[in-house]
């Protein structure tokens, strides 16, 4: 079997495919919010590298122009909104997790395995970056994403969790499936915009209503 | 101007001109908006029972319940806002933005089923999310909030499911289609031969509980009876006629990708175990529902597994019995909630407790609530009596005799929770302290054409109709 040489761009999107994984992780150890903030900016920065790496290395302007798209909004625009909305609440928001570190780390191990083992089951090598750890990576950061909102009984930290959620599922889009519309992209880019747009009002006015963002306090709705 | 691009133009039109006119002009352009896009839609349905190309036939049956909400909420909705207004003293920004959402929701309604490239169909899907979780937030409540909170977190977090389907379905053609092809669900249809079957397989998986999420499908449900319960009652007859319809819309395009590729019994299995959990779980909580709305939201819950169920049955009867429930759902359900808006305006609660004598102190909207009812719980000649029995019949027929009798069994438990609320809210004199009688208005005329098509679905079935059901279920069938 001839052994396979990495490109350069493919050892660039195998090492952010890592990052992007490592900073999911990290979402267990932080419960400060503008840390969990800083932590979802250094995760699109990454996110937009990898799109611009993809783009570069298939000569698909379509892809650049969504990398600077990403870095512009993810990076800069939206984590500047929410630090502002943050302070709005509180100087020093505490996010506490329903399990210890230690047992949502181990938690989150056993998720990325599943995401893993579901990839290599997947022969998916045709002609796509880095397939199995690029399928991998999304999965195992879905399937994470939602540990994350399922712990964090808070409306900050579950905007943060849909967020990384999204970052992984457009991270896949964005290297297997590099020829969904370009609209497509654009569109994930307003949805996400508008998506936090709409939590902050929500939030502001859960604020307001009840003191307190914590999601355990909306219970007027159940049956 | 084609009349596709005639039915979204028009609502989109109205969205912008309803923030920029006032709205006692925007608000009856919107009825006939309503009325014309209906108009539309009706027409494009017949040029593609005839044969025409677009829409394609499966476009053309989710188009029409659509077709039967816009034209009835436009009517409704200028009664709606005034009664709000009233009500609750808001003003003319409230009145515009109002207007504007539900315009835009049912534009991003209207486009939906008209799109066969996948990654197209997700990004429509999601705007109706954003659009319906602002006008849900718009009735400004504590509920209404906490509803839309957990809509837009837990039907964002579903879509974003489906996104990961619509990658894995990509990423499974790229052996045939190459690594930059266009994802066209009709490209994927011809090479679905050829597609890798454990990628097809995933991804099904994952669109349906993506979509199934927004479908209402049990146990991604928790968002609905939330956001059917607490959003304005237009938005929740929207929600619940149209909207549902529409997440049906992207599953089938999926199941039919996956039918061809893999064969009908994954989906089949798949079909089963979240139609019977959602007839279950909506069975027994219509049982002991003290909200109105919310028991209709239980009730859509319960029609989605019923048409799930349909689909698993996989009988060519049964899958055109789903298709045609997926109709006359939309039909009697906005009906239903348009009703119980204004008795609840009446009453001045969505208790049930509080709302005794509806047909005594609403005439005519208490007389076609408890009507919407009888058919929401499967009485002839409602149309769902019709499309229930060709989905057990369809059932029987496929010799999954145990599955149909518990689908049965279910039917009959929820069969008992609609009609003792329907009732116990519609039976009886008028309480006392609740002003009696009713004069006809936009609001009672919206509702008496919604009950001219629950009522027509339920006399006959138009020969266009059928044909178009059964190129329909040709598409989504396939080898099932």
Redesign the interface.
């Given at each position: 079997m001839t052994p396979h040489h990495l490109t350069i761009h493919e050892a660039i999107a195998g090492t952010v495919a890592a990052l992007l994984l490592l900073v999911q992780l990290a979402l267990f150890r932080s419960v400060v919010l503008s840390e969990l903030i800083t932590l979802y900016a250094v995760q699109s920065l990454f996110v937009a590298g990898i799109c611009l790496d993809v783009g570069i290395a298939g000569g698909a302007w379509d892809l650049i122009a969504l990398a600077i798209l990403t870095f512009a909004f993810k990076v800069v625009i939206l984590p500047i909104y929410m630090r502002g909305l943050v302070r709005g609440v509180s100087t020093r928001v505490e996010i506490p997790s329903r399990i210890n570190v230690l047992l949502s780390l181990l938690i989150a191990a056993a998720l990325t395995g599943i995401g893993w083992l579901t990839a290599a089951q997947l022969p998916l090598k045709a002609g796509a970056f880095l397939p199995t750890a690029d399928l991998a990576t999304m999965l195992s950061i879905v399937f994470v994403g939602f540990l994350v909102a399922i712990l964090r009984p808070n409306a900050f930290a579950q905007v943060i969790a849909f967020l990384t959620l999204e970052n992984g599922v457009f991270f896949g889009a964005v290297t297997l499936a590099p020829g969904l519309p370009f609209v497509v992209g654009i569109l994930v880019l307003f949805d996400v915009l508008v998506a936090v747009v709409v939590f902050a009002v929500l939030v502001r006015i859960l604020v307001a209503l009840r003191s307190s963002a914590a999601t355990t306090q909306l219970q007027e709705l159940i049956g | 101007m084609t009349l596709v691009a005639v039915m979204i133009a028009i609502p989109a039109v109205l969205a912008i001109a309803s923030v920029l006119v006032p709205s006692r002009i925007a608000g009856p352009l919107t009825a006939l908006g309503g009325l014309l896009t209906a108009a539309c839609i009706i027409a494009a349905d017949a040029g593609a029972a005839a044969g025409a190309k677009t829409p394609d036939a499966l476009s053309a049956v989710f188009l029409l319940p659509v077709a039967v909400i816009y034209g009835t909420v436009g009517l409704y909705t200028q009664w709606y806002v005034d009664a709000q207004s009233a009500a609750t003293g808001e003003g003319e920004r409230y009145r515009r933005e109002f207007l504007a959402l539900t315009n835009a929701f049912a534009c991003s309604e209207i486009v939906v089923p008209l799109l066969t490239?996948m990654?197209?169909l997700?990004?429509a899907l999601?705007?109706t999310t954003?659009l319906s979780?602002?006008l849900i937030?718009l009735q400004g409540t504590?509920?209404a909030?906490?509803?839309?909170?957990?809509y837009?977190?837990i039907a964002?977090?579903g879509l974003?499911?489906g996104?990961?389907a619509?990658?894995?379905l990509?990423?499974?053609a790229?052996?045939v289609l190459?690594?930059?092809?266009?994802?066209e669900w009709s490209a994927y249809l011809a090479a679905a031969a050829h597609l890798?079957a454990?990628?097809v397989r995933?991804a099904f998986v994952f669109a349906l509980i993506g979509f199934g999420t927004k479908m209402g499908l049990a146990p991604m449900h928790a968002w609905l009876?939330?956001a059917h319960?607490?959003g304005p009652t237009p938005t929740s007859a929207m929600l619940s006629g149209a909207l549902l319809s529409d997440a049906l819309y992207a599953i089938l395009r999926f199941a039919a990708i996956a039918n061809l590729a893999l064969g009908p019994g994954m989906t089949q299995i798949l079909f089963f175990v979240v139609g019977l959990i959602s007839l279950f779980l909506a069975a027994f909580?219509l049982l002991?529902?003290?909200d109105i709305k919310?028991m209709l939201a239980y009730s859509s819950i319960e029609h989605m597994g019923i048409v799930a169920s349909g689909l698993a049955f996989g009988a060519p009867l049964a899958v055109m019995g789903a298709l045609l429930h997926a109709i006359n759902h939309a039909a009697s359900k906005s009906l239903a909630f348009l009703a119980a808006g204004r008795l609840s305006e009446r009453y001045g609660t969505r208790q049930i407790a509080g709302i005794r004598g509806g047909i005594a102190t609403l005439p005519i909207s208490g007389t076609l609530f408890a009507l919407a009812g009888l058919s929401l719980a499967g009485l002839p000649p409602f149309g769902i009596f019709r499309s229930e029995i060709m989905i057990l019949a369809g059932g029987f027929q496929s010799g999954a005799w145990i599955l149909a009798v518990v689908v049965t069994l279910l039917l009959a438990v929820a069969f008992a929770g609609v009609l003792r609320w329907v009732n116990a809210t519609s039976a009886g004199v008028a309480r006392t302290g609740v002003h009696p009688g009713e004069t006809f208005g936009v609001a009672v005329y919206a509702m008496l054409l919604a009950f001219a098509v629950v009522l027509a679905l339920g006399l006959i079935v138009p020969p266009q109709l059928t044909n178009l059901l059964e190129r329909a279920m040709a598409i989504v069938g396939q080898a099932s």
């Open positions: - | 490239n990654g197209g997700w990004v999601e705007t954003i979780a602002l937030r504590a509920a909030l906490e509803a839309a909170w957990k837009i977190l964002s977090c974003a499911l996104l990961v619509v990658v894995l990509y990423v499974s790229i052996s190459g690594d930059r092809h266009v994802p890798n454990d990628g995933l009876p939330d319960g607490a909580f002991q529902q003290r919310r």
